[in-house]
């Protein structure tokens, strides 16, 4: 079992930055990656970004040269730094991390982000 708890989100305005976090507790060695998506309201669920145990990443396409995502060295906490913000980007954000055993995900509760043109 994997607990994922996000922080960070709130109110930025157009071209700010806004840095978010996910910290996970439990049994950690049952998860290989962690990640972020975000959803709007109406909208379907997009992905935003992901990191490997390995420190590899990928990212949605308009995130690319605006959003980070890294981790701590322990490897129980993972960042998203986003710059540049845009009002497009108001959504709530959810942490997840894939299960290694089942390949299904566990969420976190999700941050509100909001960017006001």
């Known amino acids: 079992q994997v607990q994922l708890v996000e922080s960070g989100g709130g109110l930025v305005q157009a071209g700010g930055s806004l840095r978010l976090s996910c910290a996970a507790s439990g049994s950690l060695f049952s998860i290989n990656a962690m990640g972020w998506y975000r959803q709007a309201p109406g909208k379907q669920r997009e992905f935003v970004a992901r990191?490997?145990?390995?420190?590899?990443?990928n990212y949605e396409d308009s995130g690319k040269g605006r959003f980070t995502i890294s981790r701590a060295n322990a490897k129980n906490t993972v960042y998203l730094q986003m710059n540049s913000l845009k009002a497009e980007d108001t959504a709530v954000y959810y942490c997840f991390a894939p299960r290694i055993d089942l390949g299904d995900n566990y969420w976190g509760q999700g941050t509100q982000v909001t960017v006001s043109s």
């Open positions: 990191i490997t145990r390995g420190g590899s990443t």
